[in-house]
């Protein structure tokens, strides 16, 4: 029940974010930090559900859930942060979902598709950096990190 309930939210979340860039109301250190708010509210549960059974995992995606919580908070409240932050900002949400896709790689080694959870992750971000280094477009930036949820999403559902 768990498992289920954890892909289907990864997948509404993951929609979230695709949709609200399109939208075009939302600056672009609001929607960045949207996105990372999404992606920390996700391993926060994850580290939850997961803690019976792999408590190493559960403790990174935890500590790493609130570090990108607070980050987030910071960039959707405070612009004079992401005035701070301009130059960084798009390679740190690319990082973000590079150490989450490793820490998926570490987590989700018993499970059949968790490897290419981690692997959807890891290679997202590279081209979020990719991406965000030439286009600089948060609706594209946006739609990646959704991408790679609706995809978590989708193969946890498959593995179980």
Do not use: E
Request: charge should be positive; proline fraction near 1%.
């Amino acid at each position: 029940m768990k498992s289920k309930f954890i892909s289907i939210l990864a997948m509404i979340l993951g929609l979230i974010i695709i949709i609200f860039p399109v939208m075009g109301i939302i600056g672009v250190s609001d929607l960045i930090g949207l996105s990372i708010l999404l992606i920390s509210i996700y391993l926060l549960v994850v580290g939850v559900a997961i803690i019976d059974y792999n408590k190493s995992g559960a403790i990174i995606d935890l500590i790493l859930g609130i570090i990108l919580l607070f980050l987030s908070i910071c960039l959707i409240f405070n612009a004079g942060l992401f005035g701070f932050l301009a130059q960084i900002t798009l390679y740190l949400a690319g990082i973000m979902l590079i150490v989450v896709g490793v820490v998926s790689l570490i987590n989700n080694r018993q499970s059949r598709y968790g490897f290419y959870i981690g692997i959807a992750g890891v290679v997202l971000g590279l081209v979020y950096i990719v991406v965000g280094t030439y286009v600089a477009n948060p609706v594209i930036l946006g739609v990646l990190i959704g991408a790679w949820l609706v995809i978590s999403g989708i193969l946890r559902l498959m593995d179980r």
